[in-house]
């Protein structure tokens, strides 16, 4: 039998893997220069969280998810996105009344049953952040210019921040009834789905992907036409707060989230080698969620990044710019012969390791040639030679492979050997 990864699940290995952890990095860089805090929820919760917060007719709930029986005939699932899990969270531990962990985000995998193809996969991995409690339109500007400056930290190009919004739930059932009208009389020409949805909820036709409902969409009345005052002029100040940050964006009536919680803004981020279709980053406001979930009324703005996509994007670009990431730089290379060497090698390697230092010491070696192409090709900046004639005099040689210079040092005495290192630097 051939054992490969499931369908819809990769390897991340290293050489790709570092650049995970750049994006990582500057995640909590970036996020935390925002007030952001770091939480991880666990990777499966009760299926009924996310049927009633990302919403029961939506193609994540109805199609996508993985949902199983414990052995106690629990139905669980395996979350499909991150921002249910999230809020539950924060109010099973009364961290949005305390008011200390209302700006989170996360990074960790999501699981969801789509037909893989280029970024798209069934396990992925987003980035998200979600802030909780406040409702003013400052907030949705400024959380959207932070997914930005993660990506410009990323020295990613070509970057398109598409907005709108989809009003309060009164505005939203006044555009309903408007879609519901306008769509009728073409209702045989939509997909079964979507002709099922005319009547359930119309506005998941906006999200449907099938090429056939495409046209009839465009035709469709858009939601902006719908908004109340209020919400319009949440929507205006939004648009205000980013002409003060400078952030550029256009703004795209039609944009709809493929989630049902969300409330005035809605946001998208695309990357020019994705294309639209492939939107790097999602997200908006969802004030109703927390209450829905039977919590105190919360307002909260958020999103979610592709990491995966992400991570092609910048492999991309580093591609198109400089060289790949590589294994990481090894400062000392120890080379040794014999088991004595070993021994003092391994001493080396842990003291000069707690001094910052990376050290790569390889115990099979048996040859001490061979032992420095392998220093060579690591790209050390030095070279610890651990050899019979060394050993003998009770010291070792420190070799910096720039220029092939060698300085003989007492055995034992790392300390001498970092403060060689840093001179020579
Ligand atoms: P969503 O949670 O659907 O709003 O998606 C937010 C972001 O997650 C998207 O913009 C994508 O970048 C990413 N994403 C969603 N589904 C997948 C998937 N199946 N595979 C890879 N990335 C995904």
Redesign the pocket.
Known sequence: MELRAAKGTRDVLPGEVEIWQRIEQAVHRIFAGYGGREIRTPLFEPTELFVKSTGSDTD?VTKEMYTFEDRAGRSLTLRP?GTPGVARALLEHGLLRRGDGDRVYYIGP?F?Y?RPQK????Q?S?IGAEWFGSPHPAVDAEVMEMALALFTSLELSDLGLTINSVGHAACRAEYRRKLREALLPRQAELCPDCQRRLDANPLRILDCKVPSCQPIKDTAPVILDSLCGECRAHFDAVRGYLDVMEVQYTVNPRLV???DYYTRTTF?VTGGALGAQ??????GRYDDLVGSMGGPPTPAFGF???L??LVLMVAAEQEAGRAAAGAPATDIYIAHLGEEALRSGLAAARALRRAGLTARLEPDARDMKKQMSRAAAAGARYTLILAEAEMARRSCALKRMSDGVQTELPLGDWQRVVQEMAVGR
């Open positions: 994540v996105e999501m969801r789509e970024g798209r996969s069934r992925f987003q989230r493929g989630l998208e492939n939107a790097l980053c999602g997200g979610a990044i592709g995966d996509r």
